[in-house]
């Protein structure tokens, strides 16, 4: 059964950074490829970033060349490094994983999901 637990989220201030993690159990992670996605209240989900199983990333444009999506198959986990952080990043934070759904930035293609950790950025 899979299962992702996501954590690192926190408060902080506008220009802050976060690295939020996911570990993933329950399926060969090497195998999977991964989103992170954010929501808030009353919003669809958002893609933030993917990443596949050779590596290769794609991001939404809201987030390019600030957030870095990494994974270490060794320790199964998934990582979103945030920086320069704005009030608008604020959202509960999830990963997604998936066999087929690769660098794919909306929700619906993803069939295993985390809990989310939350994320808030004050100005």
């Known amino acids: 059964q899979v299962r992702l637990v996501e954590s690192g989220g926190g408060s902080v201030q506008a220009g802050g950074s976060l690295r939020l993690s996911c570990a993933a159990s329950g399926y060969s992670f090497g195998r999977y490829c991964m989103g992170w996605f954010r929501q808030t209240p009353g919003k669809a989900r958002e893609g933030v970033g993917a990443?596949?199983?050779?590596?290769?990333?794609t991001y939404a444009d809201s987030v390019k060349g600030r957030f870095t999506i990494s994974k270490d198959n060794a320790k199964n986990t998934l990582y979103l490094e945030m920086n320069n952080l704005k009030p608008e990043d604020s959202a509960k934070y999830l990963c997604?994983?998936?066999?087929?759904?690769?660098?794919?930035?909306?929700?619906?293609?993803?069939?295993?999901w985390g809990q989310g950790t939350q994320v808030t950025v004050s100005s």
């Open positions: 997604a994983a998936d066999p087929a759904s690769c660098l794919q930035l909306v929700h619906w293609t993803y069939n295993n």
């Open positions: 990443i596949d199983t050779g590596g290769r990333t």
